[in-house]
């Protein structure tokens, strides 16, 4: 018996193996089967085990996943960046035309309180030399400007045309060691002269007598008796007075009441009576602005 | 040799966890991948017969018991399939993965259609999502013996290659 097993033991495995599962397939085949302590004890054991290969798995997928989602993330942070500068450019060019709006409308304004005829121009370019400091504008004889104009801003004086091309000007500041302009206290209404110094950003005061009142922080205006500037515009502050006890007059510097590094549109002021055309110009300028035309074409000379 | 059909049952429990993630990761639906096909073509194609019918019954318990609702069906299942394919591997040369892989699709066809027949003749009851499955499934499956083919095949390398598998004959 024991060698007929031996002899086809393949067999008798192979038809226990299929009789045993075909038997409790038999009897639990639509209601399943309750474990036994043999299932429980293999489910405990490969339970584990499942989960932590499960866990394992998981984190595999979920590591590729983040690698896969952060080269994604990656490409979509580039687009991004390349949107949000393309955005901030457009932003500063709207906050650039903002302020530019601002500063044409108050020109403007400034334009049509000034008792003579005036013309708007835009600063296209500064002077080159080292030794003459001048700003060039884009008006030029053809606007009516001729040498000797003065320019100014809403916030004070500029300088003065220096020569005169027929579609621009060059503009001599009031900061070049030539220039002088007649100036008074508002305070006091005492007179002086305010010179350029070469110095960009300051002028000396020039010509105050002694007895005069001038103190530290007076506002200094055009006088009006050069015959460039009208009265009444704001040159610049008084600071560091010199009260030396010798000499005819005081000597001090000025600070300008415009930064004319700073400064992109002016306002070429004419003599009254020939300026007739230039303020048609202005007319039509200011109504244009009103009615939201594009101020930088404008203040350039093109014709809306 | 037991060591290799311990060890062989040790990799289709692993496979299987593998496959269950893989399954639930990519959504399949009633699609499966079989690995007790591919653990049964193995053991036929690398074990004696007594072995290769006790790591068949041993993928198929497991199988059972990872079902979620154990009848006892796929033992019985595996065992069927394994008398099928100890005759199907005598006939066929499978010496390169390819034919590894397509004889797994195969051999998972058959172990479905008989899931399905030992279902539909004692429970006559979900027999028709099966059917519908088994092209998917079998698809799947011969994928699935691609991938554990190395696998295996290591462990054929690693034992003794006296046995009288069929494979190395």
């Known amino acids: ?272 009576g020939d300026g007739a055309p230039a303020q048609a110009r202005n007319g039509a300028l200011l109504e244009a602005v009103h009615a939201g035309a594009p101020l930088r074409l404008l203040s350039a000379g093109v014709t809306p | 040799m037991t060591a290799k059909l311990v060890l062989g049952v040790v990799v289709s429990l692993f496979a299987m966890a593998v496959a269950s993630v893989v399954v639930h990761v990519l959504g399949l639906g009633a699609a499966r991948i079989e690995v007790v096909a591919v653990v049964i073509v193995w053991a036929c194609l690398s074990l004696d017969t007594t072995r290769a019918a006790l790591c068949s019954f041993a993928a198929g318990y497991l199988f059972d018991l990872m079902s979620g609702s154990p009848t006892g069906l796929y033992p019985l299942v595996a065992m069927l399939t394994f008398a099928v394919c100890r005759v199907a591997v005598a006939m066929v040369d499978v010496s390169h993965p390819a034919g590894f892989a397509v004889l797994c699709g195969v051999i998972d066809c058959v172990h479905q259609l008989l899931a399905w027949g030992l279902i539909a003749l004692f429970v006559q009851a979900g027999a028709h999502s099966i059917l519908a499955a088994i092209p998917a499934t079998a698809s799947l499956t011969a994928l699935g013996g691609l991938a554990l083919y190395p696998i295996f095949h290591r462990l054929d390398l690693a034992f003794d290659r006296e046995e009288s598998s069929v494979i190395y004959r």
């Open chain 1, 1 to 272: 018996m024991l060698s007929l097993l031996k002899q086809y033991r393949e067999l008798v495995v192979t038809g226990v193996l299929i009789a045993l599962p075909f038997a409790t397939y038999l009897s639990h085949a639509k209601h399943g089967k309750n474990l036994n302590p043999f299932d429980r004890a293999v489910l405990t054991v490969t339970g584990p085990l499942e989960r932590g290969l499960n866990t394992v798995v998981y984190s595999a997928i979920d590591t590729w996943g983040s690698y896969v989602g952060l080269r994604h993330v990656r490409a979509q942070n580039l687009t991004l960046r390349a949107k949000v500068l393309e955005l901030e450019a457009q932003n500063g060019k709207l906050q650039e035309a903002k302020l530019e709006n601002e500063r044409l409308r108050q020109l403007l304004d400034f334009a049509r309180q000034v008792p003579a005829p005036s013309v708007v121009a835009q600063v296209v370019g500064t002077g080159l030399a080292p030794d003459f400091l001048s700003i060039r504008i884009g008006r030029g004889a053809a606007d009516g400007l001729r040498k000797g104009m003065a320019v100014v801003t809403p916030r004070g004086v500029v300088g003065k045309i220096q020569q005169v091309t027929a579609h621009q000007a060059d503009v001599e500041l009031i900061t070049d060691a030539s220039s002088a302009v007649a100036v008074e206290s508002q305070k006091s209404r005492a007179r002086a002269t305010v010179r350029g110094s070469g110095d960009a950003h300051l002028c000396k005061l020039d010509y105050a007598e002694r007895s005069a009142l001038f103190e530290d922080g007076d506002l200094l205006i055009t006088a009006g008796t050069d015959g460039i500037f009208p009265k009444g515009l704001a040159v610049g502050r008084v600071s560091h007075l010199d009260h030396q006890k010798a000499g005819f007059s005081l000597r001090g510097e000025v600070t300008l009441a415009v930064d004319l590094s700073t400064v992109e549109e002016v306002l070429v002021l004419g003599e009254a």
